[in-house]
């Protein structure tokens, strides 16, 4: 065969290959156009279809994740039935966690990035817990038990997935300004800005009581605080937090400490009054500001293992455990809540043992 004539099919290879590339891009770009029209119709079902055929034509299109992910995510809005609810909101996740876990292919976006995928994720995970913790609360009324654990036991998977640790500040992406406000305050050097009122600490030690509203003090003062209370302070925990999962990152600071009850030496063993307090503080506006406080207590034995009654997790998840009513009716409790971006805190379940033993009761 003459170069001529080799030079003749390579050419016609090559067109073809870009004839398929352009049929191609031409399907994807139709079947995005479709799941963009059905979703702003509020046409779900349809964009679902659509969007999973742009995936079918190119399974590397970012665009098309997003979109099939963001489509699961209102219908599950518009469902009645709590747990088909919760598992389109999974169905959502799982759409895009999966192009986050895939290290393996390339994917490509045209109005979507790798970056728009985690936000959308991040958002979709609130979304789960908000509509979870609505449901628990439902049947809680309804003292509907059964139902309750059924659906702890079905969703505990996912659960423990959204219940990720507090991070160090090497582990998280924080910009620059952030880090270096975080590191003066750990430093004595960048006070911060308390706000009164924003916990009842009735349990345990009420920072209101010895820190001003709305006035600077370092992080040497907040420690300084707990010699003033006749205690021993166990230990102080610093970690990074992202309430409400926006990649603006707060600083948590949890502080353990103990105090002898006095009374308890006549007693072959010594009792403490363990006491948590956790403050969030983010950075605004270049400066720190104190957005939560949570705090709980506990009496134990010196020989009796205490385990901590709060938790805070990486997303804002705030998971509490602990002996509620006083000392009239001591009783067992819990509660889950959240904080969200902007600081503010709301609870999603609580569970006081008396409501379920009254029921029992009365039966």
């Known amino acids: 065969m003459s170069k001529g004539k080799r030079l003749i099919q390579r050419v016609f290879a090559l067109c073809f ?34 969007y ?31 747990n088909e609810s919760l598992d389109t909101l999974l169905l959502a996740y799982n ?15 045209i109005n979507e990035s790798l970056d728009s995928v985690n936000e959308l994720r991040n958002d979709i995970e609130i979304s789960f817990l908000n509509e979870y913790f609505e449901t628990i609360k439902d049947l809680s009324s309804n003292k509907s038990q059964d139902e309750i654990e059924a659906l702890q036991e079905k969703y505990a998977e996912y659960l423990d997935n959204f219940k990720e640790e507090p ?26 800005i308390y706000h009164s009122g924003l916990v009842d600490a009735s349990s345990g030690y009420n920072l209101d009581e010895v820190l001003a509203n709305n006035t600077s003090y370092t992080f040497g003062a907040i420690l300084s605080c707990f010699d003033n209370y006749d205690i021993k302070t166990n230990f102080h925990d610093i970690s ?21 009850d006095v009374l308890s030496f006549d007693y072959d063993s010594c009792v403490f009054h363990v006491n948590q307090i956790n403050l969030v503080l983010q950075v605004t506006d270049n400066q720190l500001e104190v957005i939560y406080i949570g705090e709980c207590g506990k009496t134990h034995f010196y020989d009796e293992e205490y385990e901590s009654d709060m938790k805070i997790y990486y997303n804002g998840l705030v998971y509490w455990n602990g002996e509620i009513g006083g000392s009239e009716m001591p009783r067992d409790g819990y509660s889950f809540g959240i904080i969200d971006a902007d600081g503010g805190f709301s609870t999603l379940y609580e569970f006081d043992e008396l409501d379920w033993s009254d029921s029992n009761y009365d039966e």
């Open 167 to 192: 991070k160090t500040i090497d582990e998280i992406d924080i910009d620059e300004e952030s880090k270096k406000v975080f590191e003066g305050f750990l430093n004595n050097e960048t006070p911060f």
């Open 52 to 82: 999973t055929a742009a995936i079918d034509v190119d399974p590397a299109s970012i665009d098309a994740y997003v979109g099939l992910a963001k489509a699961y995510e209102e219908k599950s809005f518009t469902i009645d039935d709590a």
């Open 17 to 50: 290959v870009l004839v398929l590339t352009a049929c191609g891009a031409s399907k994807l770009e139709k079947q995005l156009d479709l799941g963009a029209k059905y979703l702003e119709d509020l046409d779900y079902d349809n964009a679902i279809a659509a």
């Open 240 to 260: 990074f937090i992202d309430c409400g999962l926006d990649g603006k990152y707060e600083l948590l600071l949890n502080i353990n400490y103990n105090k002898f």
């Open 95 to 109: 759409t895009v966690n999966d192009v986050l876990s895939d290290s393996k292919t390339e994917y490509v976006g």
